[in-house]
């Protein structure tokens, strides 16, 4: 994904237990989460957070400790109408479930448009809080994902193992 840095954005870093993630924003909104591995140099020793950044922040610390299920967030991802419609339609997947590509497509009102679902999702700027981990593939198996399908397989096991310690 090409990244179109704003003139207010901040990025920070933020160890979760999948690897350090960066994420950026500014004090009204999130633009940004890059997975573990992202090639992108940032300032690390900087002091202070941006509200939104230190918002998510503290929703993804909750969510990898299994206490948050849904992010509140202000978020700016930019995009156009076609990419805004498939992620937010990602938004609605439920917690520690999945969709496949022409569910997405069809949840858009586009349901022979499960390619370009995949070119949307593939161009999403906020995985994990906008969740194209949980789409696969139309048999159930795990497709492409930003991170690697180790990274996806391991948020999804994370998700499943979080609601069997609930219930």
Not at 54 to 65: M, N
Not at 69 to 92: H, I, N, R
Request: proline share 7%; with cysteine; net charge positive.
């Amino acid at each position: 994904m090409k990244m179109q840095l704003r003139a207010n954005d901040e990025w920070w870093p933020l160890q979760t237990p999948f690897g350090e993630m960066v994420l950026a924003g500014d004090e009204n909104a999130l633009h940004y989460l890059l997975l573990p591995g992202a090639p992108f140099q940032w300032e690390r020793d900087r002091q202070g957070r941006p509200g939104s950044v230190a918002k998510a922040e503290h929703q993804l610390r909750a969510y990898f400790s299994g206490g948050l299920l849904q992010f509140d967030l202000p978020l700016e991802a930019g995009g156009t109408p076609w990419q805004g419609a498939v992620w937010k339609a990602l938004s609605d997947i439920p917690y520690g479930e999945t969709r496949s590509y022409g569910d997405i497509a069809k949840a858009v009102g586009k349901p022979r448009a499960a390619r370009a679902v995949g070119r949307a999702n593939n161009t999403n700027p906020l995985p994990v809080i906008v969740p194209c981990h949980r789409v696969v593939g139309a048999d159930g198996s795990l497709t492409g994902y930003g991170g690697g399908l180790d990274l996806k397989s391991s948020l999804l096991a994370h998700e499943r193992d979080v609601l069997a310690r609930r219930s």
